[in-house]
């Protein structure tokens, strides 16, 4: 397979991970990044051994020096970001939420589809092995009928980090987009998308989400419970429940741990630690998506990040959350 060529769109903490994760892909090599300033630009590929940098997006959008982008900007940037390298004919791995709301991610999907290019939402947790066999386990019938899931990821900014770009509406910040995404993705894999109702609740700070929980009730009478948070820190452990018993995992969007427990007694500990920093993957998938010729994720697909996107749009309005975007 020839190795697809990475350009990584932005220099925060996320394009850090990117960057380390991808070191142990074979299928891909990073060889540029793409910053507003030659200084970021320049001290992150010194930092990672990356020959080409530019000082501009647009620069990098206009390259042949790579097939594929990693758009690692804040949310509000997503869009622009991406569209910018598909419209350069660059493949786009996004980082999730994919866009802001549901109609700036169908028009990066017909974006996709008039370049005639591959893009994906970097949903990582649902390609690391944890997920895939709890998936299995799932689908197995041992637990019965899936009656139930809960997942809660909510964690606090440190007093230093107020000015983050998550903290702040302009950047589309907020607890829902930057973390709830896991929980409602992780909700429609164990419990379907025939959603009857969707009630929300939230706690704000200057005009974001800093702490939102989520009920969601299936046609099938299965109830997802779905908390989210920027400024509290809660136990990120979830559960799947089924009528036959119960998944408990630590932490439920990208599990290592799985602790299966039946009503009738048996008990079972799983451990399945991911590669790395669990970012390879999601890029090793890609890769091979694009090496097949595809335009889409057959795992990772259009119809589940738009349907997700939709789901929080609704949320949003219950909780008044609005950003520009949304204009």
């Known amino acids: 397979m020839t190795k697809i060529r990475f350009g990584i769109v932005g220099t925060g903490n996320i ?6 994760a991808i070191k142990n892909v074979n299928e ?8 507003r300033t030659q200084e970021n630009a320049d001290k992150f590929a010194d ?4 020959p080409v940098r530019f000082s501009s997006y647009e620069a990098m959008a206009q390259s042949n020096k790579i097939d594929a982008a ?19 004919g660059k493949n786009v791995l996004c980082e999730k939420p994919l866009a802001v709301n549901a109609r700036q991610a169908q028009e990066m999907f017909e ?7 591959f893009l994906m939402e970097a949903m990582w947790a649902r390609l690391v092995p944890g997920t895939i066999k709890l998936l299995e386990i799932a689908e197995s019938g041992i637990l019965g009928k899936i009656k139930g899931a809960e997942g809660k990821f909510c964690y606090t900014m440190d007093e230093d980090e107020m000015e983050h770009h998550v903290l702040k509406n302009e950047h589309g910040g907020g607890a829902l987009l ?3 995404v896991y929980g409602l993705h992780f909700a429609s894999w164990y419990l379907g998308k025939d959603v009857l109702k969707i009630s929300a609740v939230c706690d704000t700070y200057n005009g974001i989400d800093s702490h939102t ?11 997802a419970d779905i908390s989210s948070a920027v400024l509290l820190k809660k136990p990120n452990e979830g559960y799947i429940y089924g009528t036959e018993g119960y998944v408990h995992m630590n932490r439920f969007y990208a599990p290592q741990k799985l602790e299966l427990r039946l009503n009738n007694g048996e008990s ?21 998506c694009v090496s097949q010729g595809l335009k889409q994720s057959p795992v990772v697909t259009p119809e589940q990040t738009i349907y997700v996107m939709k789901q929080m749009d609704e949320i949003r309005k219950q909780t008044g959350i609005i950003y520009p975007q949304d204009n």
Do not use: T, W
Request: net charge negative; aromatic share 8%; proline share 3%.
């Open 213 to 223: 929980c989520v009920l969601l009730k299936y046609s099938d009478g299965g109830i």
């Open 15 to 20: 394009a850090h991970r990117f960057a380390e």
């Open 111 to 117: 974006c996709a589809r008039k370049n005639g290019v």
């Open 268 to 288: 079972r500990d799983i451990e399945l630690p991911y590669e790395g920093n669990g970012f390879e993957e999601q890029i090793r998938h890609f890769c091979l």
């Open 28 to 35: 891909a090599q990073l060889v540029a990044v793409a910053s």
């Open 70 to 88: 990693y758009i690692a900007v804040p949310h509000s940037g997503h869009m622009h970001c991406s569209c910018l390298m598909m419209n350069g």
């Open 178 to 180: 930057d973390v709830g």
């Open 47 to 50: 930092e990672f051994d990356i």
